[in-house]
């Protein structure tokens, strides 16, 4: 690989300009940030524990118990005195959604009035028809719309709709509460949305159809599939690069979960705080994405190898970076939910999948990005000379590929479709500071069911635990699909190690 | 050496007296057959050669012998007993140990502890037992003494207390053999015991393991220097491809043409085809023991 | 100003959940350290221990000793539940097994559907009063200084600490023995044991079920001083113990101990220099940046360690565990 060796110079130059530009726009962002931090006790040091509620108790787990344990436990019942929650800071919340059936467009004006665990409040939907509630505590709640409210011409909700008694699990943002008002109302047929799904559910769910129960279960099926379909495409961008770390030198990249936060918050300042548009915000995930992978591998990870250092204990540098980072973002960017400039209405109906502009639009770039990932692994001398590394280390570096060098490209490679990746999550889902960490053992699970080291078994790994872990919400209740995935991994790594593809067996 | 066989010399020839009998093993790897011995049968208190080009198969024979790895097909004896199926350690429980290519000197654990480790201590390997001292003291010193007198033997003792780690190639070379010794073997198998052993030490390995066959022990050896095959040897069994290919006395099996022909076939065509031909060997391989040792060997080669 | 925080910080030293943390890591000092098993799921094996003895005390009303008793058979079932299966597969298959086992019991508890027996989400209250009623300290307030201590609280201190001296013991004495010394050789290469006729797998479950029962107790004592809550099992508490455990040194017997000791007193030091920085507007942070900075220190701590010094505070340098 004479090629590879000869195009460095000019390769370390572009990549010293990505640090650079990472580095000016890191300094621009973080300093907004951090002014701007807002204040709401979820970060409280366990020493001012009395006001901590439930976040502090997820996010400092250990610590916020032990060091003031009389204070660990915040009854539901000290928050039922609040007044309205901000949808924003609560740890739950309901979407109510009401339109009307012709049009499916939303109603303004509704009363609307949330019933639960001690807590009732009365709130009116807004021009899209759409209100967020944020609750108290998880619980089952009603949700009722005042019938007098709704504008004669457009008809009634349908008998059993309303009032509506919606779950909510721990942490469950925008568990949706749709209605539908239609002429037609009096046929018992429609059956109301299913509640407890957490984010994508939103984006893609399952309006009533008229078809009856059984059309209702193919609808919800449907949708199943699109949003698997959606997340998976999105997971396998962070797979990617966990696969291909892993393949290469060996390391189980437990901070790659922090290379995806580190993308969306990138989107975040440049898209929340500095006002610019949103495809600024994801070349900007993609860039410093890559550039952080290369001054991660650059300081940390290269020195390391050289050294020798083992895997097992490279790993536990990447548990300690993992921490470090993730408490990082928190510290700049608050513990709270972060939102990105988002368009929420409906960009693309198909039957009973309603879709946003920037769902299709995540998908589609995901979808290119993907294919050209596949270009370059396949066509590329880079891309050949990272299989053989991933194949075979020392086969590859006998036959003179510089293997450093393909090292350090797949960390820029592999940062930026982590970044990539974080940024679409955060559009199609929600960001927080903890974002990437949560999905890390999913991109394992995806990593692992695909083939440890393989690109392509990255991809279909993610696309297939994505899908599944949706449609398995249909069986098993909702908060368990995660488990559930961790579930197909453990039986993966027993039973068939090389992953669902069946290449053959990788021992090294 | 014509009284160890009973027969013609011969592939597969059998022996008079013979302590592990082998037949129809194979191992395959993905599409390759590295292991494919019809029959073979090792004699008792002599030292067997076991020798080939690289890529023959004699590791992965001695490994699926041994129990650290599983054939396809096929069953062996030792000393009259099944072994095909026997997981490793109890086939090293019934008397016959082996050393590997790479040795595994446990880094840090001492010399010492090293060697005890090597003898069976019942009582105070036992969990509970372990914590009576009681229980297994006395045959711990029992064991330290004979370790002692061992460590003797191969000049280890003044490294005794120190770390295997510490100890140079050659030096980790003796301890294996010695810790293999520890419990009284049968068959002691040394996977290429002079590898990496720097001339000076040859000869007192040499002399060792003349010594095993003296205390009545059988040795079988894969090797690559014909010198020490020549010197020490009593048989020679000829690998090639996976199969045995030659068998008898080194001075008859060395002046054979089909012998000379399987190593100057693998050595024709050198460096990078014998390093990429392994290599792919070792990518199918699904005992990640093998593919270690074999890429070990390509490593060695490569500098 | 008020510079209380340092006493109380000490004092840490010393408390119960300090006392927890350390049997915790000397449970994980035999798996990885001693035995070479990459253990990610401790976490795991402490929610096992402490849901064992919270659903057997609140749930079931059995007394203590039976209750302590339920702890060690659910810590050993989990042993074998984990081990049976991947104590074959290669060591970093087996931290994410480990770790995905740990979450999925994290999860699972959480479910709305058991919470008759789990409590979902908000966990179980109430598990430490069978052993408070053992209680034979008379009640009143006792200590140095600041540094007070109720009854309960001394109680929970006295038998949480001999129950560390104690496992520091049996594990001293195991690790001394020819037992210790198979363990010890696994670690260091398992088929060079295995080749000297020892039962290698029956080695690596025993080491895996002495450490779980460790990490399982471990979890029953952490639950006295507080109520039950799943989302402290999470992987940061393993990740903790590691740290702990890499702090000390992680093939020492008291290693845990003093880890665990300076992890607690660090942590409440800086959390006290923080607050009286932040409250006297000497530190450019707002009090709720203030939480973050001990997991920052943490993990820094734990990359630090393992990089500069992986023999930890008493092992020593030729003991480095880890190799290339």
């Known amino acids: 690989m004479k090629t590879a060796r000869q195009t460095q110079p000019r390769r370390r130059a572009l990549l010293g300009a990505f640090v650079l530009l990472g580095v000016v726009l890191g300094l621009l962002g973080a300093a907004p940030a951090a002014a701007a931090a807002p204040s709401p006790a979820a970060l409280a040091p366990a020493a001012s524990a009395p006001t901590a509620s439930t976040p502090s108790a997820t996010l400092a787990p250990a ?3 032990d060091l003031a344990p009389a204070a660990a436990a915040v009854t ?9 929650l901000d949808p924003a800071t609560a740890p739950e919340s309901i979407a109510v959604w009401v339109r009307s059936l012709p049009s499916r467009a939303g109603v303004p004006g ?35 719309i005042d019938e007098s409210t709704i504008p004669a011409d457009l008809g009634s909700l349908p008998k059993g709709s309303n009032p509506r008694t919606v779950t909510v699990q721990e942490t469950n943002k925008g568990v949706p509460a749709n209605f539908l008002i239609s002429q037609a109302a009096a046929g018992g047929a429609t059956t109301p949305t299913p509640g407890a799904t957490t984010g994508p559910a939103r984006t893609a769910s399952p309006a009533p159809s008229s078809g009856g129960s059984h059309g209702a279960f193919w609808d919800i099926f449907a949708s199943k599939i699109v949003t698997g379909v959606i997340y998976g495409l999105l997971l396998a961008l962070a797979s990617i690069g966990v696969s291909l770390i892993y393949g290469t030198t060996g390391l189980n990249n437990f901070a790659h979960g922090e290379l995806v936060t580190f993308g969306a918050l990138m989107a975040y300042v440049a898209g929340t705080l500095l006002h610019l548009p949103g495809w600024i915000g994801i070349i900007a995930a993609i860039v410093l994405g890559g550039a952080y992978g290369f001054v991660q591998d650059t300081v940390l990870w290269r020195p390391l190898r050289r050294r020798g250092v083992g895997l097992v204990p490279l790993m536990i540098v990447s548990i300690g970076l993992a921490l470090a980072t993730r408490y990082i973002y928190a510290f700049f960017f608050g513990a709270d939910r972060l939102t990105i400039p988002n368009d929420p209405s409906p960009f ?7 879709l946003r502009f920037t769902d299709v639009m995540g998908a589609v770039l995901a979808l290119v990005v993907l294919l050209l990932v596949a270009f370059v692994m396949l066509r590329t001398r880079l891309g050949k000379a990272a299989r053989a590394v991933a194949d075979n280390r020392a086969l590859a570096a006998a036959s003179g590929i510089d293997v450093d060098f393909v090292i350090r490209c797949i960390w820029i490679g592999g940062g930026a479709l982590a970044g990539l990746s974080g940024v679409l999550i955060a559009y199609y889902q929600s960001l927080r500071w903890d974002t990437g960490s949560s999905i890390l053992l999913l991109i394992f699970a995806a990593v692992t069911l695909g083939g440890l080291g393989s690109a392509f078994g990255a991809l279909v790994g993610s696309l297939v635990l994505s899908v599944f872990m949706n449609l398995a919400t249909l069986v098993i209740p909702d908060n368990l699909k995660y488990a559930a995935a961790l579930v197909v991994m453990i039986l993966i790594l027993l039973f068939r190690p090389q992953g669902i593809l069946g290449r053959r067996e990788r021992v090294g | 050496m014509s009284e160890l066989i009973a027969g013609e ?31 073979v049968e090792i004699p008792a208190h002599a030292i067997t050669a076991l020798i080939g080009p690289n890529g023959a198969g004699k590791t992965t024979f001695f490994n699926l012998l041994t129990g650290f790895d599983k054939p396809n097909t096929g069953h062996w004896t030792f000393r009259g007993e099944q072994l095909a199926g026997v997981p490793a350690f109890r086939v090293a429980r ?17 010399v010492i502890d090293n060697m005890l480790l090597g003898a069976s201590n019942r009582a105070g390997e036992n969990f509970f037992a372990a914590l009576v001292p009681a229980a297994w003291r006395a045959r711990d010193a029992q064991l330290t003494e004979k370790a002692d007198e061992l460590l003797r033997k191969f000049r280890l003792d003044t490294k005794r207390d120190d770390y295997a780690g510490s100890l140079s190639g050659g030096q980790r070379k003796l301890l294996e053999m010695a810790r293999a010794l520890m419990s009284d073997p049968a068959l002691v198998m040394l996977d290429e015991p002079m590898a990496g052993v720097n001339p000076a030490l040859t000869q007192s390995l040499l002399r060792h393991i003349l010594e095993l066959k003296e205390q009545g022990m059988t040795v079988l050896f894969v090797e690559h220097d014909m010198h020490v095959v020549r010197e020490i040897a009593d048989w020679v069994v000829v690998m090639a491809e996976g199969s045995v290919v030659a068998e008898g006395s080194p001075e008859t099996v060395m002046s054979d043409p089909a012998v000379i022909d399987a190593y100057l076939g693998a050595h024709h065509g050198t460096d990078l085809g014998t390093v990429r031909g392994r290599l792919e060997v070792a990518e199918g391989m699904e005992s990640e023991l093998v593919r270690s040792e074999v890429e070990g060997e390509a490593a060695g080669d490569g500098r | 100003m008020n510079w209380n925080f340092i006493p109380l910080a000490l004092g840490e030293a010393i408390s119960p959940t300090t006392a927890a943390y350390a049997l915790a890591t000397i449970g994980l000092v035999v798996h990885f350290g001693f035995t070479g098993l990459v253990n990610f799921g401790q976490a795991g094996f402490m929610a096992v221990g402490g849901y064992a003895f919270a659903i057997t005390t609140l749930k079931l009303d059995w007394p203590f000793p039976f209750a302590v008793l339920a702890t060690i058979v659910a810590s050993v079932l989990f042993a074998f539940v984990l081990g049976i299966p991947t104590l074959r597969l290669r060591a970093d298959y087996l931290s994410i097994v480990t770790i995905a086992a740990a979450e999925i019991i994290r999860l699972s508890v959480k479910t709305a559907e058991i919470y008759d027996v789990t409590g979902g989400s908000t966990g179980l209250n109430g598990a430490a009063d069978t052993f408070q009623a053992l209680n034979p300290i008379p009640p009143g307030n006792y200590g140095i200084g600041v540094l007070r201590f109720t009854a309960p609280d001394l109680w929970t201190m006295i038998v949480g600490w001999a129950l560390v001296l104690l496992a520091c013991l049996l594990v001293w004495a195991l690790m001394r023995s020819p037992w210790g010394r198979i363990v010890k050789g696994i670690r260091e290469d398992e088929d060079a044991v295995r080749a000297l006729g020892k039962n290698v797998f029956s080695y690596k479950m025993q080491a895996l079920v002495l450490g779980g029962v460790l990490g399982g107790l471990a979890g029953a004592l952490f639950i006295l001083p507080r109520s039950l809550q799943p989302d402290n099992y999470g992987t940061q508490l393993t990740f903790f113990l590691y740290t702990i455990m890499l702090l000390g040194g992680a093939t020492t017997i008291f290693g845990p101990l003093l880890g665990s000791a300076i992890f607690w007193v660090v942590l409440s030091l800086s959390d006290g220099l923080l607050t009286l ?7 450019p942070i707002s009090s709720t940046q203030q939480g973050p900075i001990r997991f920052i220190i943490v993990g820094f701590a734990l990359m630090l360690l393992v990089i500069f010094r992986p023999q930890g505070i008493l092992g020593k340098r030729i003991e480095v565990f880890f190799r290339a």
Do not use: N
Not at chain 1, 76 to 84: R, T, W
Not at chain 1, 348 to 354: D, H, K, R
Not at chain 3, 277 to 283: F, R, S, W
């Open chain 2, 9 to 39: 010399p011969a592939p597969g020839v059998a022996k008079r007296d013979p302590i592990l009998v082998a037949d129809h093993v194979t191992r395959r790897f993905g599409g390759l057959t590295a292991v494919d011995v019809e029959h």
């Open chain 1, 76 to 84: 539901p019942a000290s928050a039922l005195a609040a007044d309205a």
């Open chain 2, 94 to 110: 019934r008397g016959m140990v082996r050393t590997f290519q790479l040795t595994k000197a446990l880094a840090l654990l001492s």
């Open chain 1, 348 to 354: 693309l109906v198909i039957g009973p999948i309603s």
């Open chain 1, 110 to 144: 509704l009363t609307v009035t949330v019933t639960g665990k001690g807590y009732s409040q009365t709130f009116t939907t807004d021009a899209d028809g759409r209100v967020e509630v944020g609750l108290p505590a998880p619980g089952d709640y009603t949700v009722a």
């Open chain 1, 63 to 65: 610590a916020a118990a």
């Open chain 3, 277 to 283: 920085g932040v409250d006297a507007h000497v530190l």
